[in-house]
């Protein structure tokens, strides 16, 4: 995949410079920048008091209290070396210690936790990509400075390829409410849609291309991206006809009541070796045995889609919603185990009580599992993340409310707290209460 990448890269060079190309982006102006260089730094440190349970698995949130911390760092440089193109880097440290060794949950508590995270700094490229803007008129677009984005103006209707080692989070299920566990909901039901087991290696990363068509008033955007060779797993497979992660998103702005808006519909359909429950069950019962998806495993396919809303209804408070489902059919790849959810919030701006640049975020999440997925966890089939032994099924559902503080420029100071009922998706267990306490900073 890398060197197909690169392939392409030297084709799309090609391309900008030939004759009679597409027109590349309006031309910069004496505001854009021509180069960047960001850092962001976030720690996030979580205190879960004990709780009950009736009984506990291999894979179950402990009941006893504990203590969680992790911390990122992440450079954000950029070059813009011709016009419409942009290439970007970013290295990042994280280190962190989970509740449970990461188990127990189905939206866990955390989205600054990889999975691949200790109690010591691991370094690492998380982003290596191209983005190359295509012009096609229809007016113009100032887009500000930012993380991963150089300031500059481009047409508004445009053609967008992002190429590369990326996030598929950076382009689709966007939410400007309830996307970055950096400085807004932690959870991970409610960073991304929980059902799509978005492709990526342990740390949330992997390597793609994607396509957008942009106007004012909709977008469309489709993209492909490699899968980890094992569930969950670091290195990724690069064999992308055959082991892969699409996805498509089309995109409309609204305005209702006097009011902006934004509503997203995805679709995704991820190919791997990965194991079916129907088939773990039934060897597990033919041989007498615990179901276990290790022993099934062959090429699948899972399907789903959803719906992502965001609305202002004033210039001070947010509203956003998320419907999404998947077949449920297969174990969890690359994300967590949730095949349907639905997440409701709401972000109130500090401007309304004098603190112009702090915020206020409430929000719930009720995830559920599929029929399969239950049967096999209910006969001791474990998961990546789930497994008590046995199951007294519920929804999990999940409060988060949190209060960031900016109490100078550049840092955020912000006090979170979760309430999970049925944790795992177990009636038998819980409730857990997480208390946390997140210091970010950007420059």
């Not at 007016?139 to 990326?166: F, H, P, Y």
């Not at 007498?288 to 001070?316: A, C, F, W, Y």
């Not at 603190?355 to 599992?369: H, P, W």
Request: glycine letters at 12%; aromatic letters at 12%; hydrophobic letters at 40%.
């Amino acid at each position: 995949m890398k060197h197909f990448l690169l392939t392409l890269l030297g084709c799309l060079a090609a391309l900008v410079a030939a004759p009679g190309a597409l027109a590349p982006a309006a031309a910069a102006d004496s505001d854009s920048e021509q180069w960047q260089v960001k850092l962001q730094s976030t720690g996030v440190v979580q205190f879960k008091p004990g709780m009950s349970a009736a009984y506990s698995g291999p894979n179950s949130l402990l009941t006893n209290h504990e203590y969680s911390r992790t911390v990122t760092a992440t450079v954000f440089a950029g070059l813009r070396p011709w016009r419409g193109g942009e290439l970007y880097f970013n290295p990042e440290m994280a280190l962190g210690v989970p509740f449970s060794d990461l188990k127990g949950l189905g939206g866990f508590n955390n989205g600054e936790i990889a999975r691949t995270s200790g109690a010591d700094p691991r370094f690492y490229r998380a982003r290596a990509f191209l983005r190359q803007t295509w012009g096609l008129g229809g007016g113009s677009e100032v887009l500000e400075s930012d993380q991963n984005q150089l300031a500059g103006t481009v047409d508004a209707r445009r053609i967008v390829l992002t190429l590369g080692n990326i996030s598929p989070l950076d382009v689709f299920d966007d939410n400007k409410y309830s996307h970055e566990p950096r400085r807004q909901f932690l959870n991970w039901a409610l960073m991304a849609a929980g059902a799509w087991d978005y492709p990526a290696d342990a740390r949330g990363y992997t390597w793609g291309a994607a396509l957008e068509y942009v106007t004012p008033q909709w977008a469309l955007r489709a993209g492909r991206f490699e899968m980890p060779k094992d569930s969950n797993g670091l290195p990724l497979n690069s064999r992308i006809m055959s082991s892969y992660g699409d996805a498509v998103e089309y995109e409309h702005a609204y305005k209702l009541g006097g009011q902006g808006g934004r509503i997203r519909l995805l679709a995704f359909r991820n190919q791997a070796v990965m194991g079916s429950f129907s088939d773990a069950i039934a060897l597990g019962a033919a041989t007498g045995t615990m179901p276990d998806l290790t022993q099934v495993r062959t090429s699948h396919s899972k399907r789903g889609g959803g719906i992502n809303i965001e609305h202002d209804v004033n210039e001070n408070t947010g509203l956003f919603l998320r419907a999404n489902a998947s077949d449920g059919a297969t174990e969890t790849f690359a994300f967590t185990e949730i095949d349907r959810s639905l997440t409701a919030g709401a972000v109130f701006k500090g401007a309304r009580w004098g603190r112009g640049s702090d915020e206020l975020g409430i929000a719930f999440a009720v995830n559920g599992l599929s029929s399969s997925h239950r049967d096999y966890l209910a006969r001791g089939g474990l998961g990546f993340f789930l497994g008590d032994g046995r199951l007294s099924y519920r929804a999990e559902q999940i409060v988060e409310t949190y209060y960031s503080l900016n109490f100078a420029r550049r840092f955020w100071l912000s006090l979170d707290y979760q309430y999970v009922r049925n944790p795992g998706y177990n009636a038998d267990r819980g409730p857990a209460n997480v208390i946390g306490l997140r210091l970010h900073f950007e420059i």
